[in-house]
């Protein structure tokens, strides 16, 4: 039962993380107060769930990728640079290894993660700026890369 309560309060955390950085990403676009902003980013992201969900899968692969593609060429490097410089001083060089990758996992990390907000930021700019244009009559945003308008179109079908 305690497990059961730990996974839902878990799943509340995670839903709750995801609409507060959506919400100060709409704070900072819209101006408005903090619990406008999310009351405003929860509707966005209601109305546009296909396209938040394509978003954030995509861009979830994409990370997983870089964090390990940069944390198994750190090590790489690591390996490379511990062949030339102390050969056979270190006696458990997979130790030294393991704790290369952790570090540059934790790294990257935590500098990729910066991209996973700069990629809400430009869905929910491109999102507002299509529902603006549809309140003013504009079917067609003029203004909008053809290659961001094709891959968002995708995401719909």
Known sequence: MLKC???CLACFDKCLRFINMNAYVYCAIANTPFCESAVHAFLLMLKNSAKFGFVNGIGSMFMFLAKFAVSIST???GYGLLQIMVKD???HMWIVL???FFISYFVSSLFISIFDAASN??????????EIGAVKGMTEATHVPPL???FLAKAER
Do not use: E, M, R
Not at 121 to 130: A, K, N, S, V
């Open 121 to 130: 930021t430009i869905l929910q700019c491109f999102i507002l700026d299509q």
């Open 148 to 150: 961001l308008n094709d």
């Open 5 to 7: 309560v730990k996974g």
């Open 89 to 91: 001083a270190v006696s």
């Open 75 to 77: 090590t790489g490097i």
């Open 98 to 100: 393991a704790l290369i």
